[in-house]
Nanobody
């Protein structure tokens, strides 16, 4: 499966952004989908994941502010980000794989989209 992330940008603290990830390939719906992020000088970290049937999990740092969703018919993955904070600034990546919070469990990655939150 190939993934293409989009929707990043510059937003003020407290604002919102919606990231999208377009998938290709017939097996999109078979994968657990996730969002990860990587800030400068830091390791890539788990943000959220959504299972084949729609079950979700979130990092504690984004719980209550971010919402992950998917549309299997359109082969799309989304991340709605509300109440953004400067510490959310990072490159955001979508990924497909067998799930969990460990990035090594994800085999396919999008190219990343930059999110910058200003004070």
């Amino acid at each position: 499966v190939q993934l293409q992330a989009s929707g990043g940008g510059l937003v003020q603290a407290g604002g919102s952004l919606r990231l999208s990830c377009a998938g290709s390939g017939r097996t999109f719906s078979n994968y657990i989908m996730g969002w990860f992020r990587q800030a400068p000088g830091k390791e890539r970290e788990f943000v959220a994941a959504i299972g084949v049937s729609g079950g979700t999990s979130y990092a504690d740092s984004v719980k209550g502010r971010f919402t992950i969703s998917r549309d299997n018919a359109q082969k799309m993955l989304y991340l709605q980000m509300n109440s953004l904070k400067p510490e959310d600034t990072a490159v955001y990546y979508c990924a497909a794989g067998s799930g969990g919070t460990n990035s090594k469990r994800y085999n396919y990655w999008g190219q990343g989209t930059q999110v910058t939150v200003s004070t």
